[in-house]
């Protein structure tokens, strides 16, 4: 199969840089799922930009800053911000209906920002927008969707990691057919998400399973900030839950974090209390489980009417209540959970990557505009700018019609009859070793003995796929070993305590700045 481009997921940063390509080139959009099935599906936020009157790029620029604890690209994020107005004018272009407030949009606040500057849908500002951009792919000719369909490895020609080495498409595994073909084209653009599946308990969807970073690594490219997996501090914590988050936004409207008796204590951690940066709020909640020995920590809203609950957070209300927890009346449970990844794949704004002929975008890149922390809601904004750019950078390039320069020889691999059984149970380890020794808390000694697991559990996999053949279980526990490796080479090679990286052995550099 032969396209002008290949996006390899379908989350928004995919469906902005297909829908911005589909006029003028032949575009083939992956999905390992359904085309919804991705991580902005599950957004409930919004989308951060400097709208109100007396912010500006540079208040929002400093508050990404102080969050990414010094170590965001100052020219990177300045551009991503400056561009915000024009994403969200450009979502509503596309049918978004973001919530209204008199003449213009209805702006929330999450912790970290300094004011009101989140524009959002209810509470599933991710739904509206994935639904409204997922429509227009649908309905446009030059957009081949790809859905169920699981990237193996992409194509180069030359060797990985050399100068002259290219990007040439990508091997796909169709899921339903249960057959393994080479799709072909001059741009590849990986939008395939995070890694939060590499952890036990996550908010991200079953399908985030690193494989961008992994696939692009193999390939030879340059990774950053893998250490720093950010984990949102109110995860719902129920056993049927299933990765449902807490919105930072019931934080941002008057929320508090409450001990089982009802004793507030965010005040005491830091002065910006419950409206402090991620990172902070998770260490405060996990050192509040440790110190009671809990399994969890109350968020309380029930201060506020329910009418106001049911026009802010209609899905948190709902989701609850069929669990029964009403929030109206009762505090709700939570807890620290894997929600983003904020390093990924060296890359610059417009998704360029040091790979000749690959882009990556989103949640899989790292752009510099996270740092060491992501700021909340921040990453839909990097997702429609990058995605953006990135087409508008490829259509600079003339169209390649007809047949491609082939990719270098790749080694043959067929389908598996059935996944090994040992696979599960494998996967199940892997994130329980992740959880327990690369969570919210490290230590030395906890990182040498997750290497000693992971470095083995990897190139095992590797030799298994070359003899076992393709699946789809043994692709994600290959890739979510491989990711899992590079979280703890770069935490035991980070010797300080810095954003969402705290290791209990090494003092803390601006943790908190």
């Known amino acids: 199969m032969e396209f002008d481009v290949i996006i390899i997921g379908s989350g928004l940063a995919g469906l902005a840089a297909a829908l911005e390509l589909a006029p003028r080139r032949r575009v083939a959009l992956v999905s390992k799922g359904a085309l919804a099935d991705s991580a902005s599906n599950r957004a409930q936020g919004g989308i951060a930009a400097p709208l109100a009157a007396g912010d500006s790029v540079d208040a929002h620029v400093r508050d990404t800053l102080t969050a990414g604890a010094g170590l965001c690209d100052l020219p990177a994020t300045r551009e991503i911000i400056s ?3 024009g994403a969200i004018a450009w979502l509503r272009g596309q049918g978004v209906a973001f919530t209204a407030e008199r003449e213009g949009l209805h702006l929330t606040r999450e912790g970290g920002h300094g004011q009101r500057r989140i524009a959002h849908a ?20 030059g957009i081949t969707l790809l859905e169920h369909h699981c990237a193996v490895d992409l194509l180069l020609a030359g060797e990985p990691g050399s100068a002259v080495a290219a990007c040439r498409g990508a091997r796909l595994l169709d899921l339903r057919a249960g057959t393994v073909f080479d799709a072909i084209a001059p741009h590849v653009v990986l939008a395939t998400g995070g890694a939060g599946q590499v952890y036990r308990t996550t908010t991200a969807p079953p399908a985030a399973t690193g494989d961008g970073i992994a696939m692009a690594w193999r390939a030879g490219c340059r990774v950053a ?5 950010q984990f949102h501090p109110t995860g719902l914590h129920h056993p049927q839950a299933e990765g449902f988050l807490i919105s ?15 004793e507030r204590f965010m005040p005491a951690h830091d002065p910006r209390a419950e409206l402090a940066p991620r990172d902070i709020v998770a260490r405060a909640i996990q050192a509040e489980m440790e110190r009671h020995g809990l399994d969890c920590v109350h968020l ?15 899905t948190i209300h709902a989701r609850c209540l069929a669990l029964g927890i009403d929030i109206a009346s009762m505090p709700i449970p939570v807890a620290p959970a894997a929600h983003y990844t904020c390093g990924g794949v060296v890359a610059d704004v417009a998704g360029r990557s040091g790979l000749a002929g690959l882009y990556v975008i989103g949640e899989a890149a790292c752009t510099g505009l996270h740092g060491a922390n992501r700021l909340a809601s921040n990453s839909l904004l990097e997702c429609v700018v990058t995605g953006r750019a990135a087409a508008q950078d490829i259509l600079q390039h003339a169209a390649r019609r007809g047949p491609q320069a082939g990719p270098a020889q790749t080694e043959a691999l067929t389908m598996a009859a059935r996944p090994s059984p040992d696979l599960a149970r494998l996967r199940r380890e892997l994130r ?6 690369v969570g919210v808390v490290r230590s030395d000694a906890a990182l040498h003995r997750a290497a000693a697991f992971v470095g083995p559990l990897r190139a095992g996999l590797d030799a298994r796929l070359r003899g076992e053949g393709l699946s789809l279980e043994l692709l994600e526990l290959r890739n979510l ?10 935490a035991s090679a980070r010797r300080e305590s810095r954003g969402a990286h705290f290791n209990r052995d090494l003092p803390a550099v601006r943790a908190t700045a």
């Open 300 to 314: 309380d809203v029930s201060h506020q009417p329910r009418e106001f609950l049911l026009a802010h957070f209609p």
């Open 481 to 490: 070993a491989l990711v899992a490796e590079l979280i703890v080479r770069g």
């Open 432 to 437: 329980e070793r992740m959880s327990r020794d």
């Open 248 to 262: 930072e936004a019931v934080r941002g409207e008057g929320g508090v974090l409450r001990l089982p008796g009802g």
């Open 225 to 229: 900030n893998m250490e720093f997996t």
């Open 83 to 85: 561009r915000a107005g």
């Open 122 to 141: 209810a509470d599933a500002t991710g739904r509206a927008i994935v639904a409204a951009l997922g429509s227009r792919a649908r309905g446009q000719g």
